[in-house]
C-alpha cells in the first residue's frame, strides 16, 4: 500500500542511487516510468476505496471517515462523479420513455405541421422502425424493441409473419401524400417493404436498409420483387439467396437479398438517391426514428448552413435533434399523419390489395393472399421460405454505435448444426 512513499519520489531516487554509480538516462527513464506507474494505481485503489465508502448505505465507519477526512478533494471529486452517475441514469431514463403529447397539444402541433408542408417546395421524409410498431413489427428502442429486450436478456419476437403484415394509416397516408406531391420523397430505415405495399411508387422511395422481398442480380443489378421474404438464409455478410437472374446474358447470375445490416455498407446507389433529394429539400419529417442510425448518414439528411430548411421530428420517444427541430411532436405517426392529412383535406386512402406489388405477385403465383406455404414454395423453385426471417440487428457493443448484426438466419443455422 505504501509502496511509492518508502521508494520515495523519483528526484529523490535517482539521488539516492546516483551516490553509488550514476544510472544511464535510459534506467533513470526506466525508474520514472515505473514510479509513476506505481503512483497511477495507488491512487486508482484510493479512489476505489473512497467511491466505494461513498456509495455504502446506512452510516459510515469510522475507517470510513478518516479516509474521506484524509483526502477531501479526492472524496469531493467522487462525490460528484457519482451524482453524475446519477444523472446520467436518470437522462437515460426519461430519454428511453415514451411520452405522448396531450390531444390539444397534438392538434396544436399538427395545424403547425400542415402550414410548414404547406409553404415547403421539397419534402423529405425519414421513416424508422416506429412507424412499423403498429403493424406489429418490433421496432428496436421502443419498450418492447429489439435492443431494450435484449438489454433485459429478453427477446422481441414478431406476433406475426412479415407475410401476414399490412401497411398502418401512416404508410398509406404517406402514399396519399406522395401521389399528391405534397411529398417528394421517402426515405426509410424500415426493411419490411410495408412502404412499397401501401401502393407508393418505387420511385419516390429509397430503403436504406433493403427490403425483404427485394432480391438483386449480383451481375446485372436487377431487382426482383418476391410475394415472400427472401432473406431465410441471410445473415451479417451473407446475402445469397437461391435463386438466379432470368437475364439471358447473366447466365444464371446469383441473386442476393437487398437487407443492410448495421456494420454493413449502405449501397452507393441509395445513398446518393437520398443525398439529392436531400439537397433539395426544405423540409424534412422524421417519422418514428431515434435518427441514432441517421446520425451516421447526416449528409442524407442535415441541414445545409446556407439553406433554410425546416425539421420536424414526429417520435414517443426523445432524440439527439428534439432540441434544434422546428417541430417535434410526441405522438403516434397513425394519429399524427391522419390529423394531417384532415388539416389538409386529403383522405386516408384504404390499403388495398391492388396497390399492393407484392400482394399483386401473390395472386400471380397462385396464392390465395400474400402468404408463406405452398404458395411461396412454388414461387421460389420448390424451396419452401421458412417463415419469420426477422432481420434481428443484434447489438453487441453496449454503446450505441451500429455494430455487426446476426439474422434470425443464423440462429436457425445453429439450431441445425445441434
Ligand atoms: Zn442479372
New binding site residues.
Given amino acids: 500500500m505504501d509502496q511509492p512513499t518508502t521508494l520515495g519520489p523519483a528526484s529523490e531516487l535517482g539521488a539516492e542511487v546516483g551516490a553509488a554509480h550514476a544510472p544511464s538516462s535510459r534506467e533513470a527513464r526506466k525508474q520514472e516510468f515505473m514510479l509513476a506507474r506505481l503512483a497511477a494505481q495507488e491512487e486508482q485503489r484510493l479512489r476505489q476505496t473512497i467511491r466505494a465508502a461513498l456509495k455504502s448505505k446506512g452510516l459510515l465507519s469510522a475507517e470510513d471517515e478518516a479516509l474521506l477526512a484524509a483526502h477531501p478533494a479526492a472524496a469531493d471529486e467522487e462525490r460528484q462523479a457519482i451524482e453524475r452517475g446519477r444523472e446520467k441514469k436518470l437522462r437515460d431514463e426519461e430519454r428511453t420513455a415514451e411520452v405522448e403529447d396531450s390531444e390539444a397539444d397534438i392538434r396544436e402541433k399538427v395545424v403547425e405541421l400542415a402550414a410548414l408542408l404547406k409553404a415547403a417546395k421539397h419534402v423529405v421524409v425519414y421513416t424508422g422502425a416506429g412507424l412499423s410498431t403498429a403493424a406489429q413489427i418490433p421496432d428496436y428502442r421502443g419498450p418492447q424493441g429489439v435492443w431494450t429486450l435484449q438489454k433485459r436478456g429478453g427477446q422481441a419476437s414478431m406476433p406475426i409473419e412479415y407475410e401476414e403484415t399490412r401497411p398502418t394509416a401512416a404508410h398509406m397516408a404517406l402514399r396519399a401524400l406522395v401521389r399528391t406531391k405534397r411529398v417528394r420523397h421517402v426515405v426509410s430505415q424500415n426493411v419490411d417493404g410495408l412502404h412499397r405495399r401501401s401502393g407508393m411508387p418505387a420511385t419516390s422511395l429509397t430503403e436504406l436498409h433493403g427490403n425483404i422481398f427485394l432480391e438483386q ?1 449480383v ?4 431487382r426482383y420483387l418476391r410475394p415472400f421474404h427472401v432473406t431465410d438464409a441471410s445473415s451479417y455478410h451473407h446475402h445469397q439467396t437461391p435463386r438466379k ?1 432470368a ?1 439471358a ?2 447466365a444464371g ?1 446469383q441473386l442476393r437479398d437487398t437487407i443492410v445490416y448495421f456494420g454493413e455498407k449502405l449501397h452507393d446507389a441509395d445513398l446518393e438517391r437520398a443525398r439529392a433529394e436531400s439537397a433539395k429539400a426544405d423540409l424534412a419529417i422524421f417519422l418514428g426514428s431515434s435518427l441514432k442510425v441517421l446520425q451516421h448518414y447526416k449528409f442524407i439528411w442535415e441541414r445545409p448552413r446556407d439553406k433554410q430548411k425546416r425539421f420536424v421530428i414526429v417520435n414517443l420517444q426523445w432524440t439527439p435533434k428534439d432540441r434544434t427541430a422546428d417541430l417535434k411532436i410526441n405522438g403516434r405517426c397513425d394519429a399524427v399523419l391522419g390529423r394531417l392529412l384532415a388539416a389538409l383535406k386529403l383522405k386516408l386512402p384504404a390499403y388495398s390489395e391492388h396497390h399492393d406489388p407484392i400482394a399483386a405477385l401473390a395472386k400471380i403465383t397462385g396464392a390465395k393472399a400474400v402468404a408463406r406455404g405452398a404458395a411461396a414454395t412454388a414461387a421460389s423453385g420448390g424451396r419452401a421460405p421458412k417463415s419469420r426471417a426477422f432481420p434481428t440487428v443484434v447489438r453487441r457493443s453496449a454503446d450505441e454505435r451500429p455494430m455487426a448484426a446476426e439474422a434470425a438466419g443464423n440462429t436457425r443455422k445453429r439450431q441445425r448444426r445441434r
Fill in positions: 442480380c451481375r446485372c443489378g436487377k437472374c437475364a446474358k447473366c447470375a
